[in-house]
């Protein structure tokens, strides 16, 4: 994986995937660590990936990505319009024998580049993730990376988060089947990525996409849901009601949005799980 990003505050530790939580001996965790260790079956491509012949794009029926070229540089899109994916997206795995640069390589090769933390205009918001350039509509930005936890462990965090007057970084994924939801939840708080300074919006210009790379437990890939331009802030909506129907757990009591679009609710959204 390619990431040269960093914390500028030393109290947080930069990682540049989401890695496993704290240990605990219960059945809940046992079960994490086991979907955590478990690789998908992955392909058998000696070249380029078909959709036709490439396991993991059959998992995921069909191409996950376009390629274009922009000033020289290849980017790399989700070919799937928002609101018309229900497949789960499967990039192909360490063991696969295709080559590294292969088109199903996207999320686990890293953040783009020319993207930067500072502060947002707005005081109050703190710090934000902006762009030095021109991002096209569905390209891949960088991942939501944090600790992977239990939902146990995640209620507690926010219980202790909101005792503490703490902001809550707590992310919670629900993907739905036809017989069961499955959840997964993952906290920057400590250990995060540049992912965990893009702040919300009523308006984003940026979604968030669950994408398997070797296990069952899936990436929370960030993608733009627009043209962002340069110098513009990275946005996406803590909740359901966003375009990929995705929960953030955001605190426990109302807190107001700060995002100042058109669309503004007033309140940051919450969703109970």
């Not at 939580?21 to 058998?44: A, F, W």
């Not at 993207?115 to 934000?128: A, Y």
């Not at 202790?160 to 069961?180: A, G």
């Amino acid at each position: 994986m390619n990431d040269n990003y960093s914390h500028s505050d030393n109290n947080l530790l930069y990682i540049t995937e989401s890695i496993l939580g704290p240990k605990e001996n219960t059945p809940e965790y046992e079960k994490l660590l086991d979907d955590y260790n478990t690789q998908y079956n992955g392909c058998y491509c000696k070249q380029g990936c078909p959709d036709s012949v490439c396991v993991c794009l059959q998992q995921s029926h069909g191409n996950n990505y376009d390629r274009i070229t922009i000033n020289g540089e290849d980017v790399f899109r989700i070919c799937w319009k928002p609101n018309d994916n229900t497949y789960p997206m499967y990039e192909c795995t360490s063991k696969c024998p295709c080559n590294p640069t292969c088109g199903n390589r996207v999320v686990q090769r890293g953040p783009i580049d020319g993207l930067t933390v500072r502060p947002c205009e707005n005081k109050q918001k703190g710090l934000g993730l902006f762009t030095l350039h021109l991002i096209p509509n569905r390209a891949f930005i960088c991942e939501y990376a944090g600790e992977i936890i239990t939902k146990s462990q995640a209620l507690a965090r926010i219980q202790e988060n909101e005792s503490k007057k703490h902001d809550n970084y707590i992310f919670c994924l629900n993907e739905h089947t036809s017989t069961e939801t499955t959840q997964t939840f993952v906290d920057p708080s400590q250990f995060g990525n540049i992912g965990r300074y893009i702040n919300h919006s009523c308006d984003p210009n940026c979604c968030v996409v669950p994408v398997r790379c070797d296990t069952l437990i899936p990436k929370l890939a960030i993608f733009a849901c627009k043209d962002i331009q340069p110098n513009e802030e990275l946005t996406f909506r803590y909740g359901t009601d966003c375009e990929f129907n995705h929960s953030f757990i955001t605190k426990l009591t109302a807190k107001n949005c700060l995002c100042n679009t058109d669309k503004c609710q007033g309140y940051l959204p919450f969703n109970d799980f």
